[in-house]
C-alpha cells in the first residue's frame, strides 16, 4: 500500500524539480512492519525524480532508517523512524537541501555553518506529535547538507524506545553532539549556530550596539509584538523589534482553532507566517536576544534596554510584549527533574510515555485536554487539582470521565517530585481536606497550572500588579511615558493570541500619537 497519497505525491514531484544534484538515498532494514513502509516511502520518494536514486543495502545499525546523500557521498542527513506528520516537511527540506537548493537563511549564518571546523556527528530525538521538533531536524539538516564534516541522524523516540530508555532521553527535541547531550527544547539554526561558534554572540552585540534609536522599539517577538511591529511599520516610522524567540509561546501551540476566519491552524506554522509577514517591512529584527533591563528616559529622553549579549538599544517610544511562559509548581525535585520526567507540552513528550504511568497537574482545560490526549498513549493518567472541582468546560471534563485509565484527583495540592536519581518514580501530594499525604507511583508529570508573565527584569522601572503583570491603561500606556505594553504580559484579561494581537496594534497607534504630539 502507497505511503504517500496522490495529492501528496503530485507535490513532491513538484518539490523535486528544485533538485540541482543527484541525491541517493540509502536504507537499512530490517523484516518488521516499519521496514516495510519505509521501503515503500523511499521507492515513492524515488520514482518521482530522475535525479534522485535508492539503495536498500545500508549497514546501519538503527533498523529502520535511510540516509540521503549527496555531494559525492559527502553530505548526509539520516532520518531513523517514517518522517511523517509533522517531519514530512522536514523530509521535502533535507532532500532538496542535499540536492543543492539553497536553504532559506540568511547568508551570512549559511557562510558560518559552512566555515565550521572539526567532526560533528549531531543525533536529534523527535516525535511525530511534536510541534517543535521540526525546527531543530531541519536546522541540523542544513548544517549536514552545507557542510561535510557534519553528519546529523534525526531518530523517532517512540520508535527507537530502547534507547530512549537506555539514554534517558525523557523530553523532545533532544539533541546530542558527538554523544553527549548539546540542547534541550526548541532549537533555530540560528540558536544552534550560538552555541557552536562562541564568538557569534560578541559579534551580535557589538552591530546592536552600533544602531541608532528607534522611533519605535518593541521588545518580544509573539503576536503582540508582531502586531506591533507591523502597525508601526506602516506609519513609515524607524521600527525595531528584540526577541528572545521570534513567535514566543505560540511556538509551543499546538492546535489552534479560535483564529477568526482561519478555521484550523498550529503554533510553529502561526509564527512562521508571523515573521515573514513582519520582514515584509522595514523592520529591524534582531532575534536571540534577552532583554534583562529597562531604564525609562522619563518625559523628553530616550528609552534604553539592557541586553543579555552585552548591548543596549535604544528607542523613542517602547513596546513591551515580552509574554508569558508555564507556570512550575515550585516543589521539591521539579527543577532536578525537568526533562526526566517532568514535562510541560504533552504533545511534545507524551510519546516517550507510551505504556507508562503519569500525572496531570491542573485541572483547567489545558490540563484536562493533556490528560485526554495522554490517555490514548500511556498506561494510566492520574488528574490532580488545587480546587475542589475541575475548572475545564463541560464537554471536556465529560470526555475524560468516560475514560478508564484516568483517575481524577481534587483538592489535592502536590508537595514533592520523587525521583532516583536519574528519573521520576512518583509524587508526593496532600489531601487539603484532611491533610493526609500520598504517594502515586509513577513515570512522567506534566504540569499544566497556566502562565507567569516575563517581568521580572522590569521591577522597579514600571508599575506591576500584584500578580506582575504590566499596568496597563485602554491605550496600553503603562506609568512611564512614551512606554507601552500589550499581550499576555499585560492586566488585560483573556489570554488570547486575537487579543494579543489587537492589544499590539494598540500600543503601536498609542506610541506612533506619541511621537507626533511629543516631536510636534
Known amino acids: 500500500m502507497p505511503i504517500l497519497d496522490a495529492n501528496t505525491t503530485a507535490q513532491l514531484k513538484t518539490y523535486l524539480g528544485n533538485l540541482r544534484r543527484p541525491i541517493e538515498l540509502v536504507a537499512s532494514l ?42 559525492e557521498g559527502r553530505a548526509e542527513a539520516v532520518f531513523a523512524g517514517l518522517p511523517m506528520g509533522h517531519e514530512f516537511t522536514s523530509l521535502i527540506l533535507a532532500l532538496l537541501h542535499v540536492g543543492g537548493h539553497p536553504p532559506k537563511e540568511d547568508a551570512e549564518l549559511l557562510d558560518a555553518v559552512r566555515a565550521l571546523e572539526g567532526e ?86 557589538e552591530k546592536i550596539a552600533a544602531k541608532d534609536a528607534f522611533d519605535v522599539l518593541v521588545i518580544g517577538g509573539g503576536p503582540a509584538g508582531a502586531a506591533a511591529a ?51 517591512y522595514d523592520v529591524d529584527i534582531m532575534n536571540l536576544q534577552e532583554a534583562v533591563r529597562l531604564i525609562p528616559g522619563g518625559t523628553t529622553g530616550l528609552h534604553e534596554v539592557k541586553l543579555k549579549s552585552g548591548a543596549s538599544v535604544r528607542g523613542k517610544t517602547v513596546i513591551l510584549s515580552t509574554g508569558a511562559r508555564w507556570r512550575q509548581m515550585g516543589v521539591p525535585g521539579e527543577e532536578e527533574y525537568r526533562n526526566k520526567g517532568v514535562a510541560y507540552c504533552p504533545h511534545c513528550d507524551g510519546p516517550l510515555f507510551k505504556g507508562k504511568r503519569v500525572a496531570v497537574i491542573g485541572g483547567g482545560n489545558s490540563g484536562v485536554e493533556a490528560a485526554i490526549d495522554l490517555a490514548g498513549l500511556v498506561t494510566h493518567v492520574t488528574l490532580i487539582e488545587f480546587d475542589s472541582e475541575l475548572r475545564a468546560d463541560a464537554v471536556l471534563q465529560k470526555k475524560l470521565r468516560s475514560l478508564p485509565n484516568v483517575t481524577i484527583i ?11 536519581g536519574e528519573r521520576v518514580v512518583g509524587l508526593r501530594y496532600r489531601d487539603r481536606g484532611s491533610d493526609d499525604e500520598h504517594v502515586v507511583e509513577l ?58 494581537m489587537g492589544q499590539g496594534s494598540t500600543a503601536a497607534l498609542s506610541a506612533f500619537d506619541h511621537l507626533i504630539r511629543s516631536e510636534g
Open 410 to 420: 481534587t483538592s489535592a495540592l502536590t508537595t514533592e517530585v520523587l525521583g532516583n
Open 443 to 500: 513515570e512522567g508529570i506534566f504540569v499544566q497550572i497556566g502562565l507567569i508573565p516575563n517581568t521580572e527584569w522590569l521591577d522597579g522601572a514600571i508599575a506591576l500588579s500584584n500578580r506582575g503583570e504590566i499596568e496597563v491603561d485602554a491605550r496600553a500606556a503603562t506609568s512611564q511615558p512614551g512606554i507601552f505594553a500589550a499581550g499576555d504580559v499585560t492586566t488585560v484579561p483573556y489570554k488570547q493570541i486575537v487579543i494579543a
Open 30 to 71: 530490517d523484516g518488521s512492519p516499519k521496514s516495510a513502509e519505509m521501503r515503500s516511502l523511499v521507492e515513492e520518494v524515488a520514482a518521482q525524480s530522475d535525479l534522485v536514486t535508492a539503495r536498500f543495502d545500508g549497514d546501519d545499525a538503527r533498523r529502520p532508517s535511510f540516509a540521503i546523500r549527496g555531494d
Open 120 to 205: 560533528f556527528v549531531f543525533e536529534s530525538f523527535f516525535s511525530l506529535t511534536c510541534q517543535n521538533c521540526p525546527d531543530v531536524v531541519q536546522a541540523l539538516n542544513i548544517i549536514a547538507a552545507l557542510n561535510p564534516h557534519v553528519r546529523h541522524v534525526a531518530i523517532d523516540g517512540a520508535l527507537y524506545q530502547d534507547e530512549v530508555e537506555r539514554r534517558q532521553v525523557m523530553a523532545v527535541p533532544a539533541v546530542y553532539l558527538n554523544g553527549e547531550p548539546f540542547g534541550q527544547g526548541r532549537m533555530d539554526l540560528a540558536q544552534i549556530m550560538a552555541k557552536l561558534d562562541t564568538g557569534a554572540v560578541a559579534r551580535a552585540a
Open 230 to 280: 507591523i502597525y508601526a511599520a506602516r506609519k513609515g516610522i524607524r521600527t525595531g523589534v528584540v526577541a528572545e524567540r521570534f513567535g514566543g509561546q505560540v511556538l509551543d501551540t499546538l492546535g489552534i482553532e479560535n483564529f477568526i476566519s482561519v478555521q484550523h491552524t498550529e503554533g510553529p506554522k502561526l509564527a512562521a507566517q508571523l515573521e515573514q509577514h513582519v520582514k515584509e
